[in-house]
């Protein structure tokens, strides 16, 4: 039972990071992303410690076995639709950002939003 | 600049901080109305030059709005995503029942039955009871593959409905965005109705859960809807209702003038409805009418090459009506138990035959698979479809709560924000009053020393 433990826990862990992680991206800010990538630090954390425990042989069951790889399933769900909640959160911001650029300082001959220029001036004293 | 002139740009100024703070107070009451964005009004400074009897003061050029378009249409787009993956999951949840992954029901259960019927034949060939149990278990399995077959025409009479009822919805909401460009023309005030802003927004919005379009605002503030980009459905005052036909074999949405427009509908509700109608549960029906008539044909194939009690070649044991539908139409034919065909032609009253049939259980028949193989596959291919739905709608949930954090981020009314707005214009009126104040009783003091 205690190698159950050891395998089943940081699969969990993981996914309840996941969870904290998509929780952050309701909000497509950039402290969100901040906030968000420090639950996803913990779950690789609990992924490294799976993997650790994994390889030093730890004896699975046939039961353990099969309820590791639904979470693991279940998780690789998760870290796909947190990835897509970061790819949304920037899509929105950076396409904010677009049209802020284009308020404040118009288009380039491209078509694309110009970015703000810092005015230099000369002058010559003689 | 004399004192009408100084009494005149205060009252100004006391109009405009009094308009300032109805539209603060629009703003706090109207925070919870579906589609409102804060207002704010906008101020300039009048110019002021005393010696050239400019009295300056504040003046205001009207009201505007903190509604970001580009927040609106991320809601929108992202609100097509959510209604198609939300119908998409809703109708394949209506499949999944009638597809058992267990082998103790419908017809994996039926095909499990109808091979140890074969079985227990082979091992008594010229038994009637054991011919009988053949024939029994051929309708059992039959009728089972006829209902699952029904099932999915069921589920297609359900998804025509809902393609019905989600038309009928775009052209209603249709409707509310003519009459109120019809309100915009009527009524220049209307343009800069908050309300009215309101109503349209939340009107598209709730457009964008049923299908796809692109908008055009045009000069006079009417909009322009335009399904998949291309068709019309509202042009100022004029609507083009859509319509669907579903009489055929697929599923079509035509526009007004009776040309189909199918392909434009990619997204929202209606997109899902269609992609489930027309492609996802054809697959599921093509597959299950392989299996009935690859069972109905090869069990026939291999009766017709046998013998039966009297020495007769074999009958068929199965029929279907390929234009029907084999699953829909698989039927036992009136085949008597002892016509059934278990012995070979070179060996009368025995079981080759018979050997024959049992071993189709195992054999690859279609695609390389046994019958229960194929049947597993096409069950795990409709779970998979309805995980992919799901997974999909939870995505596309929470992204939609992203965008709508965005707008609210940006257009939000927010009550922190609306409470300092209202004590800066609080105390701004209250200093412009005071100042009213003094001036008017400046005046009756000079007033009365004229008289």
Not at chain 2, 326 to 346: F, I, K, N, W, Y
Request: charged fraction near 20%; glycine fraction near 10%.
């Amino acid at each position: 039972m205690a190698a159950a433990v050891n395998v089943l826990e940081p699969a969990g862990r993981a996914q309840a990071c996941l969870r904290e992680a998509q929780a952050c991206l309701r909000l497509p800010a950039a402290e969100a992303l901040e906030g968000a990538g420090a639950h996803l630090e913990q779950a690789i954390g609990q992924m490294e410690r799976l993997a650790r425990d994994l390889k030093s042989g730890t004896a699975l069951s046939e039961g353990e076995r099969a309820e590791l790889l639904e979470r693991l399933g279940q998780l690789r769900r998760e870290t796909a639709r947190t990835g897509a909640l970061v790819e949304g959160a920037a899509t929105l911001r950076l396409g904010w950002a677009r049209l802020l650029y284009a308020a404040a300082c118009g288009y380039t001959a491209r078509g694309e939003p110009a970015r703000p220029e810092v005015a230099r001036r000369l002058s010559v004293e003689g | 600049m004399g004192l009408f002139g100084t009494l005149v740009s205060s009252t100004g100024a006391l109009r405009v901080f009094q308009k300032a703070l109805e539209v603060a107070q629009n703003n706090v009451s109207n925070m919870s109305t579906p589609g409102f964005a804060k207002q704010r009004l906008l101020l300039e400074a009048m110019p002021f030059d005393p010696g050239l009897g400019l009295p300056g003061g504040v003046f205001s050029p009207g009201v505007d709005s903190y509604r970001s378009e580009y927040a609106e249409q991320a809601v929108r787009r992202r609100q097509e995503d959510y209604g198609l993956s939300d119908q998409l999951a809703a109708e394949l949840s209506r499949l999944e029942p009638y597809f058992d992954v267990t082998g103790t029901s419908g017809i994996p259960g039926a095909l499990n039955r109808f091979f140890q019927s074969i079985s227990a034949w082979s091992v008594v060939p010229n038994d009637q009871v054991a011919r009988a149990g053949v024939i029994e278990q051929a309708v059992y399995l039959a009728g089972r593959v006829r209902d699952t077959a029904s099932s999915l025409a069921r589920a297609r009479a359900a998804a025509d409905q809902q393609i019905c009822n989600t038309v009928d919805s775009i052209n209603y909401l249709a409707g509310i965005i003519r009459n109120l460009n019809a309100q915009l023309r009527q009524d220049y005030r209307a343009a800069t109705d908050p309300g009215v802003d309101a109503r349209q927004h939340t009107a598209l919005e709730e457009l964008a859960r049923y299908v796809d379009y692109s908008t055009v605002r045009q000069a006079d503030g009417t909009l322009t809807v335009l399904l998949g980009g291309q068709t019309p459905l509202v042009i100022g005052e004029r609507q083009y209702e859509i319509h669907a036909e579903i009489s055929g074999a697929s599923a079509a949405i035509c526009d007004t003038d009776g040309r189909e427009i199918t392909a434009q509908a990619s997204r929202g509700r209606l997109g899902g409805l269609i992609q489930f109608r027309n492609t996802t549960l054809p697959a599921f029906v093509g597959d299950l009418d392989r299996l009935a008539a690859s069972v109905a044909d090869r069990v026939n194939g291999i009766l017709a090459g046998g013998i039966d009690v009297n020495g007769q070649p074999g009958g068929a044991l199965f029929a279907y009506d390929p234009a029907q539908g084999a699953a829909a139409s698989l039927r036992v034919t009136t085949l008597r138990p002892e016509e059934l065909a278990g012995a070979l032609a070179g060996a009368p009253g025995g079981n080759g035959n018979v050997l024959e049939l049992a071993g189709l259980v195992d054999s690859p028949e279609i695609d390389g698979a046994s019958f229960m193989g194929y049947y597993g596959a096409l069950a795990r291919n409709v779970g998979r479809a309805l995980e992919r739905a799901r997974e999909d709608l939870k995505t596309s949930e929470q992204l939609l709560l992203q965008a709508r954090s965005l707008r609210d981020e940006i257009s939000g009314v927010s009550l922190d924000e609306e409470a300092i707005r209202l004590v800066e214009f609080q105390l701004a009126y209250q200093a412009s009053a005071r100042l009213v104040m003094v001036l008017s009783e400046l005046t009756e003091i000079t007033i009365n020393l004229v008289r």
